[in-house]
């Protein structure tokens, strides 16, 4: 299974982006879909994450401005990002968790990183 990350770039403040995450290979289930990020000196955080049931979950800083969605079929999570700050200035990364492939336990994944750059 790879994940494979898209949408990162330059933006103004006050501008949008959508971020996009697909994964390859043969997935039974994914229990989590998450969106982290992590900033130059900083720890990495997560930003949002959808469950299999569609619930989810945004760090403050994203409630109200952030939006994430999936896309069931095609094992795709998206982050919606709207009136970004220089403070959102971050490499921005998918997880999916608990993925069950054809392996006898379910395994995390990670995406390789997409840099969002937000100028002032």
């Known amino acids: 299974v790879q994940l494979v990350e898209s949408g990162g770039g330059l933006v103004q403040a006050g501008g949008s982006l959508r971020l996009s995450c697909a994964a390859t290979g043969t997935i039974f289930s994914i229990s989590s879909m998450n969106w982290y990020r992590q900033a130059p000196g900083k720890q990495r955080e997560l930003v949002a994450s959808?469950?299999?049931?569609?619930?989810?979950i945004y760090a403050d800083s994203a409630k109200g401005r952030f939006t994430i969605s999936r896309d069931s079929a095609k094992n795709t999570v998206f982050l919606q990002m709207n009136s970004l700050n220089p403070e959102d200035t971050a490499a921005y990364y998918c997880?999916?968790?608990?993925?069950?492939?054809?392996?006898?336990?379910?395994?995390?994944?990670w995406g390789q990183g997409t840099q969002v750059t937000v100028s002032s």
């Open positions: 997880k999916f968790g608990c993925v069950l492939t054809w392996l006898t336990i379910c395994q995390d994944y």
């Open positions: 959808i469950t299999s049931g569609g619930s989810t």
